[in-house]
């Protein structure tokens, strides 16, 4: 570790080299780790938010795991074996979570490989330009202008019946397409250029040489292009599951009655409730679900941490 800090210093000087150093554990400590640590010690909480601040630390302030307790199980009136709800609601979501990573890596791939192997020049720079700029405009303004979209009354619903593909309204709002689709929309970026980075460094001539060799194009990209470009997919994927099993706002607006989401509990809980320990419990099962998923997959398909970051 001191060869790594002096060939560290040695190869960015003092002055970047302290400003680095500090700006990441800043980033990593504070912004990071310590909130995550006080939620984690937040949720074993039991009556911390109508606990008098002069018993906080007392014998009063007691360890716990009642709220996650009521995560599984719910109140003790409860007459179901277990929280329908809420479970009910998490397992949805991290289903959904999936759905939408799958559908983007499915979207995404193509035009990844596209970008990085076939379009050149003015055409690849106009493709970029035109994946970038819808994103300009803030992530709110395009949740309702989806919702505008597939409104019962809305532009594609009028498309269809106009082309006679329906021949009544679709509430696409109600069925959960517009929550779907926008989710898999708004992350799309995430999924992209991870990829094209990973394929762009693919050697051309291997492609030409499986090609000339009879390989169709299915075997060149499973036998070559994907597990050439595996870290960039296990990054891309990564950050997708992550952000839409923690989406709020998008579930918010252009989520159907029967879509509730997790984190729409959580906030429930932190907001509505004003049970902060009860809101962390449920953030903390969410987060390591998550984690633990993650990592099992990555065992499951041979991805190694370390490969995310290349």
Same mark, same amino acid.
């Given at each position: *570790? ?27 400590? #504070? ?32 360890? /716990?795991? /009642? ?24 397992? @949805? ?62 532009? #594609? ?7 006679? #593909? ?24 995430? *999924? ?49 599951? *992550? ?19 997790? /984190? ?33 997959? *990555? @065992? ?11």
């Amino acid at each position: *570790m001191s060869v790594w800090f002096q060939n560290f210093f040695k190869r960015n000087g003092i002055g970047l080299s302290l400003f680095l150093l500090i700006a990441v554990f800043v980033w990593v400590v #504070l912004m990071i780790v310590l909130p995550q640590l006080l939620m984690l010690d937040f949720s074993f909480r039991f009556n911390w938010h109508h606990m008098n601040p002069s018993k906080m630390g007392g014998p009063d302030d007691v360890y /716990t795991l /009642t709220h996650y307790k009521f995560l599984v199980y719910g109140s003790p009136n409860n007459p179901d074996p277990f929280n329908i709800v809420d479970v009910t609601v998490f397992f @949805r979501t991290i289903l959904a979570a999936i759905f939408v990573t799958m559908f983007d890596l499915a979207l995404c791939y193509p035009i990844a490989y596209y970008l990085a192997q076939v379009a050149k020049g003015a055409r690849a720079r106009f493709l970029v330009v035109a994946l970038i700029v819808p994103f300009w405009v803030n992530e709110i303004l395009r949740a309702f202008a989806f919702r505008i979209l597939f409104g019962e009354e809305g532009s #594609l619903n009028s498309l269809l019946l106009a082309i006679g #593909l329906l021949d009544e309204p679709v509430d696409f709002i109600r069925e959960n397409v517009a929550l779907y689709a926008g989710l898999g929309y708004v992350y799309v970026l995430l *999924m992209i250029f991870p990829i094209y980075n990973a394929v762009e460094s693919l050697d051309r001539n291997q492609i030409e040489a499986a090609r000339d060799l009879g390989a169709s194009w299915f075997r060149i990209h499973r036998r070559i292009v994907m597990p050439f470009a595996k870290p960039g997919i296990t990054s891309g994927c990564t950050m997708v599951f *992550m952000l839409t099993a923690g989406a709020l706002a998008l579930p918010q607006i252009i989520g159907g009655p029967s879509s509730l989401w997790f /984190t729409q509990i959580i906030y429930q809980w932190f907001n509505t409730g004003s049970n902060w320990p009860r809101g962390s419990a449920y953030a903390i099962v969410l987060l390591i679900s998550c984690v633990v998923l993650l990592l099992f997959l *990555m @065992r499951l398909f041979k991805v190694r941490i370390g490969e995310i970051g290349r």
